[in-house]
Structures are given as C-alpha cells and as structure tokens.
C-alpha cells in the first residue's frame, strides 16, 4: 500500500504524485488516507495520488488556480486525469475550469455531503446549524478551525462564531472509537451537541470506482 503522509503534512504540503500508473488522481490532502485505502482494497495500481495541501479550504479562493496549474503540469504524463474535489467553496469556479480542461471532478458542493451521498446530504433541510466534521477534521481540528479561529487565544468568541449552530455532526468514515471521542471532545469545546453519522467512503468510493472501470 502506498505511504499515508502524516496529517501534518497533507495539511501543510499535500502529497506527491509517485507511481507509474496511467490514472492520475488530483484530490485535496483531507482525502488521501481515504483515496489509499480504497486504492489497497480494490487493487488500483493502475491510479496514482497527488494531493495539494488541504490547508487550502481554509482559503477556497486558490483552489482553482492550484487544481488547475496541477492538471496542466502533469498532463502530458497521464492518459487520464480526474479532479477528487467537490466545489469546496469555489462558487462554480472550480466547475468552470475542469470543464475548460475537459476532466470529470466529483460531484457535489463539499466533502461532507459526498461523504455521506449527495442525495441523503441534500435530504437534511434541518441541519442548517450543524457543524460536521469527517476523521481527518476531527484529527486536524485544532489545525483547521481552533487556531485559524483565534479560539487557542480568545476562547470567548466561541459564542460569537457558533452563536447560529446547535449540534456538531461528526460523519465517521471509519469505526474508531478513540477518533469517536476526540469529535466528541470538539463538541464539548463549540458547546454543541454532538451525533456521530457513520458514512464511510459513500460517493466518493462510488465516484473513483468508476473512473476506474473507465480506464481499467
């Protein structure tokens, strides 16, 4: 199986591409132990996995430029090429540009709603005020919403940003109990309450299933 970074890493620098498949995948780093464990489980050698830094969905205003200037520099090198980001904030921009570069990206708006299938997500016209959370949030949590926040030095404006939601729901792609508890640890300091949603690999598993049926 190809080597998980540690989530560190994915969060600051992404991943490499380091193969010699014909397919190659562009995802963002939150989905890289996901991509790989899909790609050991059903024999996918003929993939490759680059990720950028995942950090950026803390700025989705240079996801499409990164995707786009990743697709253009390894082109040349793939018969393939398939973009493992929903929308993620980009406003259709992201969209836009994989249908200018002619590549399929996942549907969606953001990873929580493939996560759990976008029909079952968009289904939830309740949950206005909830937070979610997958494993690696959960894991960077203090990485990607604590410290970005400016929670690590003022506590109290915890109730000023989440003064709208009510209740974190953390979608579990894998059974961890310790991971299970750490989310539950993230409800306890927003002061929401909390529901654990199992949902596995959902659309995304669907999705890279079929891409590589396309390109066997």
């Avoid at 995802?27 to 990720?51: F, M, P, Q, V, Y």
């Avoid at 830094?53 to 989705?60: F, G, T, Y």
């Avoid at 029909?119 to 960077?140: K, M, N, P």
């Avoid at 199992?198 to 669907?206: I, K, N, Q």
Wanted: proline letters at 4%; charged letters at 25%.
């Amino acid at each position: 199986m190809d080597k998980v970074p540690d989530d560190a890493t994915l969060t600051r620098d992404g991943l490499r591409a380091d193969g010699a498949g014909q397919i190659l995948l562009i995802a963002c780093g939150a989905l890289a132990r996901e991509i790989l464990d899909l790609k050991s489980a059903n024999g996918w050698d003929h993939i490759d996995l680059t990720c950028l830094p995942a950090i950026l969905h803390n700025h989705p205003e240079r996801i499409t430029g990164a995707v786009e200037e990743a697709v253009l520099r390894h082109r040349k090198a793939y018969r393939a090429i398939y973009v493992a980001y929903a929308d993620c904030g980009t406003g259709g921009h992201l969209q836009a540009a994989c249908d200018r570069l002619g590549v399929e990206m996942i549907a969606g708006p953001h990873c929580y709603s493939f996560f759990e299938g976008n029909a079952a997500f968009g289904a939830h016209e309740d949950e206005i005020t909830a937070f979610y959370l997958t494993d690696f949030l959960v894991r960077q949590f203090d990485a990607f919403v604590w410290k970005p926040l400016g929670l690590d030095r003022h506590p109290d404006l915890r109730a000023t940003y989440f003064a709208h939601y009510t209740k974190l729901v953390y979608q579990a792609q894998t059974d961890d109990p310790d991971l299970t508890a750490r989310a539950q640890d993230c409800a306890r300091r927003l002061d929401l309450d909390f529901e654990r949603r199992p949902t596995g690999y959902g659309d995304l598993e669907r999705t890279l299933d079929r891409w590589a049926d396309q390109n066997p």
